[in-house]
């Protein structure tokens, strides 16, 4: 028995068959019953984990939609990333709509236009803003 439908998914090639071809069993010997049992295992576990991939994507959209509306209320500041090295550090700030840059040095984010935020510190994992007597750290997570 032979299966020749191949199914590509980003990362990996499946080899598919439908459940009649795994499941025919007249006339095949002892290794062809024993490897179209284990096709169709294949078969079901790969739909599975398929189905079980998505679920995770869907629950972490939401929740980073929760997130960003939660950022919005509250007018918060959102770190987005840190990168660089040693003195040289710069952070990716999300604020009422805008990706600001701040560099480690330089109390104005770029561009200056509308930020009040200042940047009072920079470390490798979190960010100090400061807005007249208001003070928001936020860091990193792993």
């Known amino acids: 028995m032979k299966c020749n439908k191949w199914s590509w998914w980003p990362g990996a090639v499946l080899l598919c068959c ?4 795994a499941t025919t ?11 179209a049992t284990v096709r169709a295992l ?6 599975s984990l398929l189905q079980t991939l998505h679920q995770p994507r869907q629950a972490a959209s939401s929740a980073g939609m ?6 919005l209320a509250t007018d918060q500041p959102r770190l987005v990333a840190i990168y660089g090295v040693g003195q040289g550090l710069h952070a990716t700030v999300q604020w009422q709509g805008q990706r ?4 480690q040095g330089q109390t104005h984010a770029q561009p200056q ?5 200042t940047l009072q510190s920079l470390s490798a994992r979190c960010i100090v803003l400061r807005h007249e007597e208001q003070r928001h ?3 990193l997570t792993r």
């Open 18 to 21: 439908s459940a009649a071809e």
């Open 25 to 35: 069993t007249h006339g095949m010997d002892e290794f062809d019953q024993q490897a």
């Open 42 to 47: 294949i078969h079901q576990e790969t739909a």
């Open 66 to 71: 929760a997130a960003e509306a939660d950022h």
């Open 100 to 103: 600001l840059q701040y560099i």
């Open 113 to 117: 236009l509308s930020s009040a935020w």
């Open 137 to 139: 750290q936020a860091c």
